[in-house]
């Protein structure tokens, strides 16, 4: 069973807030993911970090940062909300050693709706 | 050309008869592969991993890897309703450094 878990799941906030998603695991994986998901419509990649201290940027643009200083901790921050960033938000991790089967397992996800 | 397809469906299959999802991939070193499950609203789940050619099979499912041809598919029998969701293909490419994620393929289990 995967131990991932973000916050909040719902938010509804008004355009130009800084914002910021929170996602644990305690499962003490190194790598650590972010995408990007409208309704019906395939997953986007928008950050990755493979352990503290390191983060990369993912397949699809995004103003939005991150931050990983804890394992275990993968925070993501919109400095000013846009109705464009409407979407949901899916946390993910997986075990990054040699020999590793790489799984990714997701949080349970944040719904963000910026009017 | 995506590195994975899936036809996008929706697929629609009789409850109680095998649905069969499909997905290929461009990486031909590419080392494992995973099915998800989605529901509508809710977040990927995993079904299954497979890394060797030939089947593996969990309960219902059944996951069907063949790099010469570079495709993988998950067998579901006995389909249930509760079995419609959207299904997604992932692949570990050569590099090890990503897992892709096709678009999806959605499946619907009729009464």
């Known amino acids: 069973e995967a131990d991932i878990y973000q916050t909040p799941r719902y938010l509804v906030i008004g355009t130009g807030k800084k914002i910021t998603l929170e996602c644990s695991q305690t499962m003490g994986h190194d790598k650590m993911y972010w995408y990007q998901q409208d309704p019906g419509m395939e997953l986007h990649l928008i950050h990755y970090?493979?352990?503290?201290?390191?983060?990369e940027k993912g397949d699809l643009s995004s103003e939005s940062t991150v931050s990983r200083i804890r394992t275990e901790h993968f925070p993501l921050t919109l400095e000013s909300a846009r109705p464009s960033h409407t979407s949901q938000y899916l946390c993910?991790?997986?075990?990054?050693?040699?020999?590793?089967?790489?799984?990714?397992?997701f949080g349970p996800g944040t719904r963000l709706t910026v009017l | 050309q995506k590195e994975v397809e899936q036809n996008s469906g929706p697929l629609s299959v009789p409850e109680g008869a095998i649905a069969s999802l499909n997905c290929t991939y461009s990486d031909r070193g590419s080392q494992s592969f995973f099915w998800y499950r989605q529901y509508s609203g809710k977040s990927p789940e995993l079904i299954m991993s497979?890394?060797?050619?030939g089947d593996k099979e969990d309960g219902r499912f059944t996951a069907q890897l063949n790099k010469a041809s570079q495709y993988v598919s998950l067998l579901i029998r006995d389909s249930q309703p509760s079995d419609s969701a959207t299904y997604l293909c992932a692949v570990r490419g050569s590099s090890a450094s990503k897992i892709i994620f096709g678009s999806g393929t959605r499946l619907s289990i009729r009464p």
């Open positions: 993910a991790s997986s075990e990054f050693r040699t020999g590793s089967t790489d799984t990714q397992y």
């Open positions: 497979i890394y060797s050619n």
């Open positions: 970090s493979y352990g503290v201290n390191s983060t």
